[in-house]
């Protein structure tokens, strides 16, 4: 059986424990380890005590273990700061973090699983090169040294775990890729066929994980009553679910975010408001407007129009290919990473190469929702963008 292991980022990212609480509740994340080396003791209980109580038994702490038995937390995980300790515990889940075989022998009778690491190259730890060869792995499985407790860890995708799957792993852990924004974005929109929840339902059942929900002319009560529904789709996919210029309606808690065009809210009042509660997204068309998004706070970037599109009005200029390249190309020589999603008149035809530029992701409306199957249309975008390493 298949087992996946979560593990938080060192630094809060946006509604974090609902994000975690719908993992596990939906059977995508068996345990979530809750690495926090910056945190204080006061700071850890805050965070532990937000977490219901049916999901604080699939927790483990890799730091504070002590806290395990007055928060009911499943599991705690060895380390420097906790080695010798786990001895006196019986009651929870043990686990370590092994970076070679030999170490993985010594442990795996003594644990209820050990992290092996780096398998591949991490996600999460830029020059943090795999250490294992594919030929080694598999002889070690072969030949018994490695077995079912052994977590694959480093540079873990769910593209990559049927790989993984051949070599003999069954448990992997996800730290990067699991909180990276998904690539694929799809701006619920509506035609004569599809309306708002229908077309983003199509794009959840192809395997898109962002939906951005742009109702404009809309009353929030419409929006409100959408947003409902859609939230329950995306909880069951894990997916996101954004809205378009609409910043008040983030208090329904029924979103993870708001995406601000050029027009709406500016970017800093907005992080003000929100600050690191919310995903914050931006438009953008020029290098000057990259540079002011990021320097007030936006958290990924929509840039375009990469060419003409009916589904927006007052249209940038166009930006094409070339403009794509010397904004990704700004962005790498200042070293200002953020996440870019191309975006305006895209077809699936444009997709590779919009990729080969150098951006995160695409986001579309009228590609897929015009498409005479909207699911493998975007089956098939996914299947593209995600054959590029990013």
């Not at 500016?266 to 995903?279: D, G």
């Not at 990924?300 to 094409?320: D, E, M, R």
């Not at 080969?356 to 897929?368: C, D, K, P, V, Y």
Request: glycine share 6%; proline share 3%.
């Amino acid at each position: 059986m298949r087992r996946l292991i979560g593990i938080t980022p060192e630094q809060d990212t946006f509604r974090e424990h609902e994000r975690i609480t719908n993992w596990i509740r939906n059977g995508k994340i068996t345990y979530f380890h809750i690495r926090k080396p910056y945190y204080t003791e006061k700071q850890m209980r805050d965070y532990l005590k937000v977490f219901p109580l049916d999901i604080r038994e699939k927790l483990s702490l890799n730091d504070f273990q002590y806290l395990a038995d007055e928060f009911s937390i499943g599991g705690i995980h060895i380390n420097r700061r906790f080695h010798g300790e786990h001895t006196k515990i019986t009651n929870k889940r043990i686990s370590i973090s092994c970076h070679n075989i030999e170490d993985f022998k010594i442990w795996k009778d003594k644990v209820s699983y050990a992290f092996l690491s780096p398998i591949l190259d991490s996600v999460s730890k830029h020059g943090y090169k795999s250490k294992f060869s594919i030929e080694e792995l598999k002889t070690a499985f072969g030949q018994n040294i490695l077995t079912d407790k052994v977590v694959a860890l480093g540079g873990v995708t769910y593209n990559n775990i049927d790989t993984l799957t051949e070599i003999g792993f069954t448990n992997f852990a996800m730290l990067g890729s699991l909180w990276q924004l998904p690539t694929c974005m799809f701006i619920a929109h509506q035609n004569n066929k599809y309306d708002y929840i229908s077309g983003s339902i199509a794009a959840l059942e192809g395997g898109c994980r962002f939906i951005q929900l742009r109702m404009k002319d809309s009353s929030n009560d419409e929006v409100i009553k959408t947003a409902e529904i859609l939230r329950t789709h995306c909880n069951k996919y894990g997916a996101l679910l954004t809205i378009d210029d609409k910043i008040e309606l983030l208090e329904t808690k029924l979103l993870d975010g708001v995406h601000l065009g050029k027009n709406d809210m500016p970017i800093k009042r907005a992080r003000q408001i929100i600050q690191n509660k919310f995903l914050l997204g931006a438009t953008c068309n020029t290098i000057d407007d990259v540079k002011q998004a990021i320097k007030d706070g936006a958290d990924y970037l929509g840039v375009g129009p990469y060419k003409f599109t009916t589904t927006k009005q007052n249209l940038s200029h166009i930006l094409g290919l070339d403009g794509y390249k010397k904004i990704t190309v700004y962005m790498k020589e200042n070293n200002v990473p953020c996440p870019i999603y191309a975006i305006g008149g895209i077809t699936l035809d444009d997709v590779s190469a919009l990729m080969q530029t150098g951006i995160h992701g695409i986001a579309l409306s009228s590609t897929i929702l015009n498409a005479p199957n909207p699911i493998e249309m975007t089956q098939e975008i996914i299947k593209i963008i995600n054959s590029y390493e990013r």
